[in-house]
Structures are given as structure tokens and as C-alpha cells.
């Protein structure tokens, strides 16, 4: 038989434990750190990745991935390729791709992360899967995409092949259609090799990032019309004089459509630098 006073310590004891469960649920904060919300962690990722810190927008996008919420995980696996890409670790980053490729069959996210796998598979220099997946990436492109991008990537694994006079003849039919990059047709086998003095083709874990290196700049310019979303960009300094640096970035391709961009756009100077 238990004792009244063993009675109500066991009972004090029970409806303690009961105030302490529901303190967690109303204010988790009283017994411990909160679970952190996956949408902030995409913010914090994406303005990582943005300012260049990849090992913090790694960070916060692994959680985001990991975390089942599907309007954010997509986009936290495609930005997790695209850091992979940036520090040489191609078969991370095609796999990360291939995961956000298969979170929605219909989403345009899904046809960059597309996209993304050829890209690692390019930077990987396996040129032959390469063609395929921008060929499979091409015939899955959404009705309002202009994919003259991936038009030219196709024609980049063709000129690696040895097929120059397909590499050549493509080439000279999609550049027409990228506005800064309009100045090269007619000049195909010149942009080849400027893109090859870029470092295009295989790469390795010591790949070299590309930054453009804008100025020194007067005033504000504002680049956001130009460079679109994803694309980082901040200020430095040199004694005096004010440079916007742009990047880093894994796509040759869009160095050079930025770099003609900027020079059609602004009177600085334009500089292409690898770190």
C-alpha cells in the first residue's frame, strides 16, 4: 500500500513533468534552443552564396536539404550543386543536381538542375554525357525559357569532341540570339579560343574561380538588370578607388556574356580574374 505522502510526491512529481512538456511546445525557447526554420536557413544560405562564403551557404543549405520541406528543398539542393561546382567537386555537384531534379517533374527549377548536371558533367570533362544530358536538358525546355545557353554549351562539347564544323555551324546560329554576345558571329573560332585561354575544359578540386573585376567604378552603378538573380557581387577597395567584383563563377559561358554586358552597359573597365 503506498503511503499519502509517497502518493503525492509521485503526483507532484508527474504534473511537473507534464508543465515542463507543455513549456516546450508553447515556448520552446524556456527549455532549450529552437529547431531554426528551413525557410530562414535558405535565406541564410542563398545571402551566403551570394557574398561568396561557400563553406556557410554549404552549411545552411545542407540543413535546409535535409529538413522534408519541399517548397524549400529544391532550391537548397540546386544551390548546393552550384557551390560543389565552384569548388571542383563535380560529382557532389551532379548529384546534388540530380536530387533537385527529381523533387518536382515540373517546375522550372528542374530544368536549370538539368541543366546543372551537364554542367558538372562538362567541368568533369566528360564530354560525351555532357552532349546528352544539354540535349535532354534542350527538349525539356519550359514554353517562356530561352534556351540559347544551352545551345551553346551543346556546341562547346562538340568543339571538345573534334566535331568543329557542327561546334562551328551551331554556334554561329545561337550567338546571334544572346544579345552580348551578338559581336562574336562570324567569329566563332575566335570565341572558342577565348574561352579556352579562360581555362575551359577539364578541371580538377583546384579548379580556379572566375571573377569579374568591374572599375574603378564613380557613383552607384546598378547592375541588378544585368546580372539577375544568384549572381554574387560586392565592394572593394584599392586606396581610394571603389571596384565591384562579381562573382565567383562556374560557367564560362556566363563570364563572357556578363563581361560584354558590363562593357556595353558602363564606361569601367572590365577585367576577368581567376582566384
Not at 59 to 80: H, I, N, P
Request: glycine fraction near 10%; charge should be negative.
Amino acid at each position: 500500500m503506498i503511503r499519502p505522502g509517497r502518493l503525492l510526491a509521485v503526483s507532484r512529481l508527474i504534473t511537473g513533468f507534464l508543465l515542463f512538456l507543455l513549456g516546450s511546445v508553447v515556448f520552446p525557447g524556456l527549455n532549450g534552443p529552437a529547431f531554426s526554420d528551413p525557410a530562414d536557413d535558405l535565406i541564410l544560405g542563398e545571402a551566403c552564396f551570394m557574398a561568396g562564403d561557400l563553406v556557410c551557404a554549404e552549411e545552411k543549405l545542407e540543413d535546409v536539404a535535409e529538413s522534408g520541406q519541399a517548397r524549400t528543398v529544391e532550391r537548397a539542393l540546386y544551390l548546393l550543386g552550384r557551390v560543389h561546382l565552384l569548388t571542383g567537386d563535380f560529382r557532389q555537384s551532379k548529384e546534388f543536381f540530380e536530387r533537385a531534379a527529381e523533387k518536382d517533374l515540373r517546375s522550372a527549377g528542374r530544368w536549370l538542375a538539368l541543366v546543372g548536371i551537364g554542367d558538372a558533367l562538362f567541368g568533369a570533362g566528360r564530354h560525351e554525357e555532357a552532349l546528352r544530358r544539354y540535349r535532354f536538358a534542350l527538349s525539356e525546355t519550359p514554353p517562356d525559357v530561352d534556351n540559347a545557353l544551352v545551345q551553346v554549351k551543346i556546341a562547346l562539347c562538340q568543339y571538345h569532341l573534334g566535331r568543329r564544323r557542327e561546334a562551328t555551324a551551331l554556334l554561329g546560329e545561337v550567338l546571334t540570339r544572346i544579345g552580348p554576345l551578338s559581336g562574336w558571329a562570324g567569329r566563332e573560332e575566335d570565341f572558342f579560343h577565348s574561352l579556352s585561354v579562360m581555362g575551359m575544359g577539364p578541371s580538377t578540386s583546384e579548379r580556379d574561380r572566375f571573377v569579374l573585376l568591374l572599375g574603378p567604378v564613380e557613383g552607384n552603378p546598378d547592375l541588378s538588370n544585368l546580372l539577375g538573380p544568384g549572381v554574387p557581387v560586392k565592394e572593394s577597395r584599392k586606396g581610394d578607388e571603389v571596384f565591384l567584383e562579381i562573382g565567383p563563377l562556374d560557367d564560362e559561358v556566363q563570364v563572357m556574356i556578363l563581361s560584354e554586358s558590363l562593357k556595353a552597359s558602363f564606361p569601367f573597365p572590365v577585367e576577368i580574374v581567376t582566384r
